[in-house]
């Protein structure tokens, strides 16, 4: 692995990020340009880039919520987000193709736990596909439930991290 930056998202970072996003996710799973901009804007806190080579390769970005209702899909343009909430809620863990499968997934996850364990927050949550959910299980994530959102069109799962 090269060396690795963990930084927080600016601005200029919005057509990288959806560049990688909509390389990543299926059809309309992906957030629009536009919510990623809204993402960066209104809480850079929450949006954790990973950098190999000087170059964005990864994400994740999230919101917090006092009352999390997973399967809202306001939320993912942060209508109702607070970011003085004790409970993170991430919308995208991303990679640029390329660079799956090297481990740098599970790095960019521990960071971001580490990051809302240093602002307080009491939980993380988030929806994955059906593959994912043992993933996340290892990483230390419990399973809640199948979500209720039908987010572009596939079966979700609730995850949930207790910090």
């Given at each position: 692995?090269s060396?690795?930056?963990?930084r927080e998202?600016?601005?200029?970072d919005?057509?990288r990020?959806?560049?990688?996003e909509t390389e990543?996710?299926e059809?309309?799973?992906?957030?629009?340009r536009?919510?990623?901009?809204t993402?960066?804007?209104q809480y850079?806190?929450?949006?954790l880039c990973?950098?190999?080579?000087g170059?964005?390769?990864g994400?994740?970005?999230?919101?917090?919520?006092?009352?999390?209702?997973?399967?809202?899909?306001?939320?993912k343009?942060?209508?109702?987000h607070?970011?003085?909430?004790?409970?993170?809620v991430?919308m995208?863990?991303v990679?640029d193709p390329?660079?799956q499968?090297?481990?740098?997934?599970?790095?960019?996850m521990?960071?971001?736990v580490?990051?809302m364990?240093q602002?307080?927050?009491q939980t993380?949550?988030?929806?994955?596909?059906?593959?994912h959910?043992?993933?996340?299980?290892k990483?230390?994530?419990q399973?809640?439930?199948?979500?209720?959102?039908?987010h572009?069109?596939?079966?979700?799962h609730?995850m949930?991290m207790?910090?």
């Amino acid at each position: 692995m090269s060396a690795l930056v963990f930084r927080e998202a600016n601005l200029t970072d919005v057509d990288r990020c959806y560049a990688i996003e909509t390389e990543a996710y299926e059809g309309d799973e992906a957030a629009t340009r536009e919510k990623i901009a809204t993402r960066i804007a209104q809480y850079p806190q929450g949006f954790l880039c990973l950098e190999a080579e000087g170059k964005v390769i990864g994400f994740i970005n999230g919101g917090c919520a006092w009352d999390v209702v997973m399967s809202d899909e306001e939320f993912k343009a942060l209508v109702g987000h607070d970011p003085a909430a004790p409970n993170a809620v991430i919308m995208s863990v991303v990679l640029d193709p390329a660079y799956q499968g090297k481990g740098y997934a599970t790095l960019l996850m521990r960071h971001f736990v580490q990051l809302m364990k240093q602002m307080d927050k009491q939980t993380i949550h988030l929806m994955c596909k059906t593959h994912h959910v043992e993933l996340y299980k290892k990483m230390g994530y419990q399973y809640v439930k199948p979500s209720a959102s039908d987010h572009g069109g596939m079966a979700w799962h609730e995850m949930l991290m207790t910090l």
